[in-house]
């Protein structure tokens, strides 16, 4: 073709989608603005260990606190999994959790990583069930987090999808997101 041409490529999914609806979409959240992966989720389940967007609206104690908006943690728990904090170390299934560095960084308290706090739901000798309908999700810097130790877990069907890229603001932090 000819320059300033577009051109279309299909792309087959195997899903079928109505005139109108979007096939991917992108939010941008405030604070550390970053791109979300929204289409993925459709397909495969979500990762321990990966970022993890939901929306806050239906989750009691904490849409009570916040309102209904996108959140981002480290996503912990899937439905069946059970969590515990032994001395600063997250445990999953009765092991040390796996999937993360910052898992094992907070494990060991290095880099910067204060280590996991047992408190809320997950105080010394508790451990929570995630139940078949949601994910547990906990924040890297457990030390000042509120996070699923505090309010419970996330509904599956307030799970928005990934964290992509950071692209604002110019930090450290820039780039692809971890």
Not at 25 to 46: A, I, K, M
Not at 52 to 67: K, P, S, Y
Not at 118 to 139: C, E, I, R, T, Y
Request: charged share 20%.
């Amino acid at each position: 073709g000819g320059q300033g041409r577009a051109r279309a490529v299909r792309v087959a999914l195997g899903r079928q989608v109505k005139a109108g609806e979007a096939v991917v979409r992108f939010d941008l959240l405030t604070g550390d603005q970053l791109f979300v992966d929204r289409f993925s989720y459709n397909f495969v389940r979500p990762t321990v260990g990966q970022g993890f967007v939901f929306r806050t609206g239906n989750i009691v104690g904490l849409a009570d606190q916040v309102g209904d908006q996108y959140y981002i943690k480290r996503l912990a728990g899937v439905p069946g999994d059970e969590l515990a904090i032994k001395g600063y170390a997250l445990y999953r299934n009765g092991a040390p959790i796996t999937g993360a560095a910052a898992f094992d960084k907070n494990a060991r308290q290095s880099d910067g990583y204060p280590g996991y706090r047992a408190q809320g739901s997950l105080a010394d000798g508790q451990s929570m069930k995630v139940p078949a309908d949601g994910f547990l999700a906990l924040g890297d810097n457990s030390a000042n987090s509120l996070d699923g130790r505090f309010w419970g877990f996330v509904p599956a069907k307030d799970a928005v999808g990934r964290p992509l890229f950071i692209y604002y603001p110019f930090t450290r932090r820039w780039g692809p997101a971890k």
